[in-house]
Structure formats: structure tokens, C-alpha cells
């Protein structure tokens, strides 16, 4: 409740934005460990001056003191002005690492040792030159396909005694989608609605998954399933057995055709589109009441993982 609390709150005095200058308003600054212990031991220094009437004592506690409270304005001012900037994230696959790019920039002076990330994950440290830019790229972990968008961004700065730390919490309004995680496995044959079972007429297109044509070397990606082991054993070398599409008929990806739970069917056809994708193959794909028609290329390659990477969430 109280952690809703504090979002509401941080949401009103910083909201969401792909780009946020940190001013007094989104800077909040408290003692370290460091810091609060050197506070306290000037309380026994200062009883110490005070019972002893003794100037040295009083000068060396007001001195520290005095280094004390300018080190609240240097830490203030090494991350005021400082320009943070969404610079986007490619799509990963889950159980990769997502990579966001944020870019730093310097209001005019120099800012030193800024760290930022998302606890408890460790912050990356970077100094941002005067009137100068810098990107950092952080990663974190997928644990779900669709859109990841992250939490609210720390930057922070400890600079320069480590006595006090300096924080902000921003939104950049960053998101990245998330595909399936890809999963090996056989593929049933799929052919287009209204096509003709018969194979007269058709000939090879390339390389697929429906018609037996031999055996081919090893190439990295290949499916182990196809591996020809008794070739490998006579020492031939390592091959795999080959197979090739009919023209005549579309491949299609089906979720219904296949068995097993929603998310081991999605990353089966996950893997199946990388593979058709790779190998040159048209294949169409239908997800419930989704068709994307038999394609080839890129652009048909991400509208079908996107496809896969958002069937069945509300994001």
C-alpha cells in the first residue's frame, strides 16, 4: 500500500517523459552510512571542545563540519542539469537480457560518477563531459513475452565524498516487446485451406519441412533432430537430413494443429518462423482469429513474432 503510495506520488512530481532534466524538484539527497556516521562523530567531538574550552577542538570540529555541509551543495550540483534521454531497445527473445539505451547529457558543466540502473540490480557508473553526451546501455532480465517496460530509472551520485547520496527516480517511458522463447521440435505439416493434398504438379522450392530429400552438410542452427548419426559414426563427416517444401501448396503455421500448453505452442511456431524465415520458405501464420498470409522477407519475419509475442495478452 504504501510502495502504491510512493508510485502515485513520484508519478505526479515526475511523470513519465522520453526525455527528463533533473532540477531541485526531482532531486532528493540524504546522508550515506558514511555520512551519517561522520555527523554523529562530531556530536562527541564537540562535547569533547565544549568541556576542554580548548580552540583547536572547536576549529577542527567546525571544519569538518563545515567540509560537511559543502559537500551537500557539490553532490546537488554534480547531478542537477543532467539531461537523461530514452534512446530505445531492440527486441529480444525471452530469457535473454533486454538492452535499453538511455543517453546522458550535461547541462553545461561536468557531472562525475553517475551511476543509474534498476535496483537491486547493479548501477552502472559514467562521467558526462561538459556540454557533452554519452549513451549507456542497461540490460535486464525477460521473464514474460510482450511488452517489458521497465521500472522507474535510478540515477544517483555519490560525488564527491561518498558522504551524501544524491537520487532521482525518472520514467523514460521505455518498452521493448519480448518474443516467445524459441523451442525445437517436429512441425506437422500444414497445408493452406482449400489447397489439394495431391502432389502432382509441384516441385521443390527450397529448403522446408515436407518432403524428404537427403542429406546435406552441417550448418550452425541446424535441427540436432535431423542430424545423420550414422554417417558420423562411419566418419563421413557430420550431415543432416534435408527436406525440402512443395510449390503448389502454402506452409502454414496453425497454433490450433499443435498440442501442449498455449506458451510451448508459441515457441514452437516461434522457432518454425525463424527457421522458414532463414531458409527462404513462404509460410503463412494463424493465431485464433489472426491470418497473416504466406510471405517471405524481414518484414513478415516481425509482424509474425510480433504476432506470437502478443497473442493472448492485454498489453
Known amino acids: 500500500?504504501?510502495?502504491?503510495?510512493?508510485?502515485?506520488?513520484?508519478?505526479?512530481?515526475?511523470?513519465?517523459?522520453?526525455?527528463?532534466?533533473?532540477?531541485?524538484?526531482?532531486?532528493?539527497?540524504?546522508?550515506?552510512?558514511?555520512?551519517?556516521?561522520?555527523?554523529?562523530?562530531?556530536?562527541?567531538?564537540?562535547?569533547?571542545?565544549?568541556?576542554?574550552?580548548?580552540?583547536?577542538?572547536?576549529a577542527l570540529t567546525f571544519l569538518l563540519l563545515s567540509v560537511f555541509l559543502v559537500a551537500i551543495l557539490h553532490t546537488f550540483r554534480n547531478l542537477a542539469g543532467l539531461n537523461l534521454k530514452a534512446a530505445g531497445?531492440?527486441?529480444?527473445?525471452?530469457?535473454?537480457?533486454?538492452?535499453?539505451?538511455?543517453?546522458?547529457?550535461?547541462?553545461?558543466?561536468?557531472?562525475?560518477?553517475?551511476?543509474?540502473?534498476?535496483?537491486?540490480?547493479?548501477?552502472?557508473?559514467?562521467?558526462?563531459?561538459?556540454?557533452?553526451?554519452?549513451?549507456?546501455?542497461?540490460?535486464?532480465?525477460?521473464?514474460?513475452?510482450?511488452?517489458?517496460r521497465p521500472r522507474r530509472l535510478r540515477v544517483e551520485s555519490r560525488y564527491p565524498l561518498g558522504l551524501l547520496?544524491?537520487?532521482?527516480?525518472?520514467?523514460?517511458?521505455?518498452?521493448?516487446?519480448?518474443?516467445?522463447?524459441?523451442?525445437?521440435?517436429?512441425?506437422?505439416?500444414?497445408?493452406?485451406?482449400?489447397?489439394?493434398?495431391?502432389?502432382?504438379?509441384?516441385?521443390?522450392?527450397?529448403?522446408?519441412?515436407?518432403d524428404y530429400q537427403g542429406l546435406r552438410a552441417y550448418q550452425p542452427g541446424d535441427s540436432r533432430r535431423r542430424?545423420?548419426?550414422?554417417?558420423?559414426?562411419?566418419?563421413?563427416?557430420?550431415?543432416?537430413?534435408?527436406?525440402a517444401a512443395l510449390a503448389g501448396r502454402d506452409v502454414w503455421l496453425d497454433l490450433d494443429r499443435l498440442d501442449g500448453d498455449l506458451e510451448q505452442r508459441l515457441s514452437?511456431?516461434?522457432?518454425w518462423v525463424l527457421q522458414f524465415s532463414t531458409r527462404g520458405q513462404p509460410f503463412g501464420l494463424r493465431l485464433g482469429g489472426l491470418e497473416l498470409g504466406a510471405d517471405i522477407g524481414e518484414a513478415h519475419r516481425e509482424a509474425c513474432l510480433r504476432a506470437l509475442a502478443l497473442f493472448g495478452t492485454s498489453q
Open 165 to 210: 547520496v544524491a537520487w532521482s527516480w525518472v520514467d523514460l517511458d521505455q518498452a521493448l516487446l519480448v518474443y516467445p522463447r524459441p523451442l525445437e521440435g517436429d512441425l506437422p505439416l500444414m497445408p493452406g485451406r482449400g489447397d489439394d493434398d495431391g502432389d502432382d504438379g509441384q516441385h521443390v522450392l527450397g529448403a522446408g519441412a515436407d
Open 268 to 271: 514452437l511456431l516461434c522457432y
Open 227 to 243: 542430424l545423420h548419426w550414422k554417417a558420423f559414426s562411419r566418419g563421413q563427416g557430420l550431415f543432416v537430413k534435408d527436406f
Open 1 to 58: 500500500m504504501l510502495e502504491l503510495q510512493v508510485d502515485r506520488w513520484l508519478a505526479r512530481r515526475i511523470p513519465a517523459a522520453n526525455q527528463v532534466r533533473l532540477n531541485q524538484r526531482r532531486i532528493f539527497i540524504l546522508p550515506t552510512r558514511a555520512g551519517a556516521a561522520f555527523g554523529l562523530a562530531l556530536l562527541p567531538m564537540l562535547l569533547v571542545a565544549i568541556n576542554y574550552q580548548n580552540s583547536l577542538a572547536y
Open 89 to 148: 531497445g531492440a527486441p529480444v527473445f525471452l530469457g535473454e537480457q533486454a538492452h535499453f539505451h538511455v543517453t546522458l547529457e550535461s547541462g553545461g558543466r561536468e557531472h562525475q560518477a553517475i551511476a543509474l540502473g534498476w535496483p537491486p540490480l547493479p548501477l552502472q557508473v559514467q562521467d558526462v563531459a561538459a556540454k557533452g553526451a554519452c549513451e549507456v546501455e542497461l540490460h535486464v532480465p525477460t521473464q514474460r513475452r510482450g511488452w517489458l
